[in-house]
């Protein structure tokens, strides 16, 4: 596709209210040809919607168990027969074997929902190679991109978007008129020269989700690396003591808050970014860069991973007690205390530290779950955007605000003591402050009124330079009319 055709809106292309010309469900009848599991889940669903359906098989007495009893199963000659719009839910090895059809297919609407097993595994889509064979029928590529679960638990519980193309306008508008009737919502992707890349979209896997896996991969070796070597290699080189222990649960749960913390800083620092460009150049016309661009793109993306990395050091966290070596230090403390006669190890700071930790902790980690389910497509759908932007936007700062208040409980005075420097390296809490208080910092000086009401101006059209028409009276009182900046 063009990347003006990328840039067309896809949902809403049709709507059904109001529009007499659609065709009730319940008059229509609906082939399908095949008995896989893709065309038993297309007759459930479209017997459920109402639909007459008749499906052809090339041995119906022994497939008409698999099908819904209000689904006629018959040969596939007969079938075609009676319905003009037929689903082809066959592979494309086995377009072949419906030759013989090709009589009684004329005139007819082939809707097309194959795909390949690899990405651009054949010089041409699989809609157009069947449009080769019957070039006496229409054909139109659709609902390929739709799971047969999703067909048959309902539209509620998978993607509602199907992505349909085809040369003729009229056999596109019907094939979206049974969609919508089905739950779905269609999606003109122009003509057949798209299906090509619709038959591609289910075999990406992750396209979105590359970058911030690789992100926050890079950013654990980068804090695993970090953390073996203070709490692995420096001991064993200072004090010749064998550490390896603490690598399967201890430095890796010492890793995975920086990770989380510094990823859900990276959710917001674009918008400080976007914010600073708008207020450089005075405008909110002016394209961002292409970097930032997908930065801002990839933010749920990045805000989940911080979620998953968050989850899991809670749980790791919560394991740490029952590790071996740490029972072994619970006796070697209190013997240590019995051999030293200490009756009272109570340290009131320590204790409060350790509370008030936990307890941020446990509300970050709430916060960060609010934001990982409204993120749904589900969720998000039911909320409207003054309420989807406050759980996103509010919210969110302020997850990274207590995450922040989190950090600094747990690093306390260590960051003064120079016996938590090892190497010379600072704690790794210390690093992972970086980010996040720079973006706090950018809300705070953003919130300000002469900053907040200039930004609040850009995004609603203002632009600076831009020269605007005024018309005052003159001494004799007639008008006069001049120009002046819109930034005076």
Not at 34 to 46: K, Q, T
Not at 256 to 283: F, I, R
Not at 290 to 296: K, N, S
């Amino acid at each position: 596709m063009s990347r003006g055709d990328m840039a067309k809106p896809l949902l809403g292309h049709w709507s059904m209210e109001g529009d007499p010309s659609i065709t009730p469900a319940a008059s229509r009848t609906i082939g399908v040809l095949g008995s896989g599991d893709f065309a038993r889940s297309l007759a459930i669903r479209l017997v459920c919607s109402g639909f007459k359906v008749v499906v052809g098989s090339r041995n119906p007495k022994r497939k008409a168990g698999l099908f819904p009893s209000a689904a006629e199963v018959t040969f596939q000659a007969e079938a075609v027969k009676k319905t003009d719009v037929i689903f082809v839910a066959v592979f494309r090895e086995h377009y072949s074997t419906l030759c013989d059809l090709a009589d009684v297919l004329v005139g007819k609407i082939l809707v097309d929902v194959s795909n390949n097993t690899e990405i651009n595994h054949h010089k041409e889509s699989n809609a157009e190679y069947l449009a080769s064979l019957f070039p006496a029928c229409t054909v139109v590529k659709g609902f390929n991109v739709v799971s047969a679960w999703t067909l048959q638990s309902g539209a509620r519980d998978g993607n509602k978007q199907v992505l349909i193309c085809s040369n003729n306008q009229e056999a596109k508008r019907t094939v979206a008129e049974i969609a919508q009737v089905m739950g779905f919502t269609p999606v003109d992707m122009g003509c057949m020269s798209s299906a090509r890349e619709i038959e591609n979209i289910p075999l990406h896997l992750l396209p979105g989700w590359k970058i911030p896996i690789f992100l926050a991969l890079g950013l654990f070796l980068c804090f695993f690396t970090y953390n073996l070597i203070r709490q692995v290699i420096h001991p064993y080189i200072r004090e010749q003591k064998n550490k390896l222990y603490k690598i399967p649960i201890e430095v890796v749960n010492t890793t995975l808050p920086c990770v989380a913390y510094v990823m859900l800083s990276l959710v917001y620092l674009p918008g400080v970014l976007a914010a600073c460009l708008q207020l450089y150049y005075g405008t909110k016309y002016r394209r961002f860069p292409d970097w930032l661009d997908q930065w801002l793109q990839h933010r749920k993306q990045i805000g989940l991973l911080s979620f998953f990395c968050a989850a899991l050091h809670a749980t790791y966290s919560l394991c740490l007690p029952m590790r071996r070596s740490h029972r072994y230090q619970l006796i070697e403390t209190a013997v240590k205390q019995a051999v030293e006669k200490k009756m009272n190890i109570w340290v009131e700071e320590e204790v409060w530290r350790m509370e008030i930790y936990i307890s941020v902790g446990i509300i970050a980690l709430g916060l960060l779950s609010l934001l990982a389910i409204t993120s749904l497509p589900s969720i998000a759908n039911s909320l409207n955007w003054r309420e989807f932007s406050f759980i996103q936007s509010t919210l969110g700062f302020i997850a990274l605000v207590i995450s922040t208040l989190h950090t600094l409980t747990y690093g306390w005075s260590r960051a003064f003591d120079e016996n938590q420097y090892k190497f010379y390296l600072p704690p790794t809490y210390t690093l992972t402050l970086l980010v996040p208080c720079t973006v706090i910092l950018a809300k705070v000086i953003f919130s300000l009124p002469c900053i907040q009401q200039r930004l609040l101006r850009i995004r609603r059209g203002w632009e600076k330079g831009r020269y605007v028409k005024f018309v005052l009276p003159s001494a004799t009182g007639e008008y006069s009319s001049g120009e002046t900046s819109s930034n005076v």
